[in-house]
């Protein structure tokens, strides 16, 4: 399965620093081995059209080998100690999973 999340940082963190602190905790969620691969992104430059959403400042699309590993993936106190680390940096947050 597939577990894909877009983060909006608030402006207080949009800076080249904040921006390096943040790559390095994506990274780290890599290293929880219920994760099987992925990988985290930027918005591409690509030509606008009205269909597509670049307001976003990083995706984050990883991958499972089943729901049960994503579900304890959740539970993860790695995963967590990211969310508690970065989750006042956001100003959203959006999931979206693909069985």
Known sequence: MEHHVYFWLKEGHQNAA??????????SLFEIQ????????????VMPRPVIDQSWD??????FANVE????YQ????????I??????WAKVLVMDLA
């Open 18 to 27: 904040d921006r390096a602190i943040f790559e390095q905790g994506l990274e």
């Open 34 to 45: 219920l994760v099987t691969g992925g990988r985290w992104a930027v918005p591409a430059k």
């Open 58 to 63: 990083y995706a984050l699309s990883m991958h």
């Open 69 to 72: 590993d994503h579900d304890a």
């Open 75 to 82: 539970v993860d106190p790695d995963h967590n100690g990211f």
């Open 84 to 89: 508690g680390s970065f989750k006042d940096w």
